[in-house]
């Protein structure tokens, strides 16, 4: 692909990103655009400058979603005033619903039948019926509805015939359900950074629902003791998992619903938690470097540093997702750099303790979950600052540090099914 055929599919992408325009839409768009720079080129332009210049003459797009919305204001009325009214967005709402209440009653028996199995399923049980959800709201091609199937049935199988293991068994458990949600990604029919975005709000929008039910919960809860009457039988055995479960896929719902009337409110979340995630990055280092053996450091404390590393990646990915490509390099690409170098000193650190407690103490499955985990990441971490430098200096474009992060994605995945699958039996499901 050409300089230029890569400036106009960022700046598509871009553009597809606006829910009030349809493909067609965007075609049309597109065809003006490359009229424009026809035109420059043919005037004595190179293609780069052609195409800026093109894409600035074209104003900005929020103009140019103004203007279209009185070119269009019929269709807009109905999407952005009256969405109770559009028949497409009513039986969304409908099969959010359903499915989630499918999926609440579906963990609900599992529970009951195979209690002991139940941490370990979980996600295999409920997850599908926000396939479901997808299949049922959107267009969905067999052939991703086929691969992620046999994905979960591959999966299942372990998860359901290992035998206990202390530390193999919540290992599995705790990465199990990144296997299913990558194969609920393959059903959402987005890009992979269209799937890391989804994720990343609907982890918000599960969070809000958690905190505003437990809240009810409490009040329901007392409101049933000031009048002698014990509900907590009712909220644990029955309210507590049906409302997780089917919150799953609310929240699904809530994120479609939301993007098609506001813009996404996680770029500006991004930009507050990230120069505090480098203050506390920051902090550790210097507790590091004041402690008399950093070697020595707990296992807990490194079991714990590993899930912020984990974090931190997971904020940057979504950071990076939600930024618009034609932006141009601005403080906050630049405090990226910074996250990403405090980032890697952390890691560098634990990585070390890590290996220092393997020769000492010998390898366990929770140890070597752990190294594993923190190498793929400082892997990912070290190519994305020397991609970023080279997007801040101008040096590279940045679709290169987005497709770096896209192509690593199964790097995680393939992880995560080796520590289900493999580590049980490796380490003789201790």
């Given amino acids: 692909m050409s300089g230029l055929e890569r400036s106009v599919a960022q700046w598509r992408a871009y553009v597809s990103r606006r829910r009030m325009f349809h493909a067609v839409d965007v075609d049309e768009l597109e065809d003006h655009l490359r009229g424009r720079i026809d035109d420059l080129v043919t005037s004595g332009l190179d293609e780069d400058e052609a195409f800026l210049i093109a894409v600035r003459r ?24 009256l969405p109770a009214d559009e028949p497409v967005r009513a039986r969304a709402l409908t099969s959010a619903l359903a499915c989630g209440v499918g999926a609440g009653l579906a ?58 293991g202390d530390s193999t068994g919540v290992l599995m458990v705790l990465h199990a359900p990144v296997v299913v949600w990558f194969g609920i990604c393959l059903v959402y029919q987005g890009s992979r950074m269209d799937a890391v975005r989804f994720t990343g709000e609907l982890a918000v929008y599960y969070f809000m629902l958690a905190v505003g039910g437990g809240g009810l919960t409490v009040l329901t809860a007392a409101s ?5 009457r014990d509900a907590e039988p ?6 507590l998992p049906c409302c997780a479960a089917g919150a799953v896929v609310v929240a699904a719902w809530l994120v479609e619903a ?40 707990d296992r807990d404390l490194l079991v714990l540093m590993a899930a912020i590393l984990l974090l ?62 923190n190498l793929i990441i400082v892997t990912n971490l070290v190519r994305s600052l020397w ?44």
Avoid at 130 to 156: D, E, I, K, M, Q
Avoid at 224 to 228: C, K, N, R, W
Avoid at 234 to 239: D, E, G, P, V
Avoid at 323 to 349: H, K, Y
């Fill in 58 to 81: 074209m104003g900005a797009i929020d103009e140019l979603s103004r203007e279209f919305a009185r070119e269009h204001s019929e269709r807009l009325w109905k999407q952005l005033v």
């Fill in 224 to 228: 049933f003791d000031l009048i002698g």
């Fill in 107 to 164: 963990l609900k028996v599992l529970i009951e039948a195979a209690p002991d199995l139940a941490p370990r399923l979980a996600t295999g049980v409920v997850l599908p019926f926000l396939a479901l959800y997808f299949a049922v709201t959107r267009t969905v091609s067999a052939r991703a509805l086929t691969a992620a199937a046999l994905g979960l049935v591959v999966l299942a199988v372990p998860l359901a015939w290992y035998p206990e």
């Fill in 312 to 373: 931190v990646l997971g904020a940057y990915l979504y950071a990076l997702s939600a930024r618009e490509p034609l932006a141009p390099v601005g403080l906050f690409d630049r405090l990226q750099l910074a996250l990403l170098t405090l980032a890697i000193a952390v890691d560098v650190v634990v990585l070390v303790a890590m290996v220092v407690r393997i020769a000492e103490f010998g390898s366990s499955p929770n140890k070597v979950a752990a190294l594993g985990l």
């Fill in 258 to 297: 939301k993007q098609s009337v506001v813009e996404n409110f996680l770029p500006v979340l991004a930009r507050v938690f990230t120069p505090l995630v480098c203050l506390m990055l920051a902090a550790v280092l210097v507790a590091f470097s004041s402690s008399p053996d950093v070697i020595a450091i």
């Fill in 387 to 430: 991609l970023s430098t080279g997007f801040v200096r101008g040096t590279r474009p940045f679709a290169d540090v987005e497709r770096w992060q896209t192509a690593y994605l199964p790097v995680y995945l393939a992880w995560a099914a080796f520590v289900c699958i493999g580590f049980p039996p490796m380490f003789d499901f201790a």
């Fill in 234 to 239: 009712f909220i644990t055995s029955w309210l």
